[in-house]
């Protein structure tokens, strides 16, 4: 019997769950599904270019599961690719990272980034540097379990 698989950390959601080629209906396209915990490998490796150990250490998994979750996933997207597949992205084991609110005093946006990435030099909206915490988030920090989420287990795609 297989160990079950540990709960990786993900910073967010993907903003889009499903991304097809133009000008063909989703209903006629095959799906390919990547899972949450493969697309945050994606950003982490690929649009972060942060190095595996570096990658793994924010996942909270060792670098050999890194390894194998970012092979599977860029495996996932190259067969969407070149066969012309929808790719949807659902499931997997993975918990949200706890995160902090911030507001631009400037122009009323507000934020969430992970714990652990640093305060934002500007607003991601505006550009301006009048950036805070929340109100209602100051002096929180550390009253809050941070991390300890549970896991969501959704559901897993067939292979």
């Known amino acids: 019997m297989a160990r079950p698989r540990n709960c990786r950390q993900v910073a967010s ?16 396209l095959e799906q390919v599904i990547l899972t949450v915990d493969e697309f945050e490998a994606i950003r982490l ?11 793994a250490e924010k996942m909270k998994v060792s670098r050999q599961t890194f390894g194998r979750i970012i092979d ?8 969407a690719l070149v066969k012309g ?3 949807k992205i659902e499931g997997g084991e993975f918990k949200m990272a706890a ?12 934020w969430d980034l992970p714990y652990g990435t640093g305060r934002p030099e500007s607003c991601p909206s505006c550009k301006s540097g009048k950036v805070q915490r929340t109100q209602e988030e100051r002096g929180y920090a550390g009253r809050f379990d941070r991390g300890q989420s549970r896991c969501f287990r959704g559901p897993q795609p067939r292979e």
């Open 85 to 87: 597949k929808a790719l």
């Open 45 to 55: 490796a690929d649009l972060e270019n942060l190095y595996q150990e570096q990658a």
């Open 72 to 79: 599977s996933a860029h495996q996932k997207v190259a067969e």
């Open 99 to 110: 995160m902090r609110k911030f507001k631009c005093y400037e122009c009323q946006y507000t």
């Open 13 to 28: 959601m993907p903003g889009n769950d499903y991304f097809k080629p133009g000008g063909v209906p989703l209903s006629a």
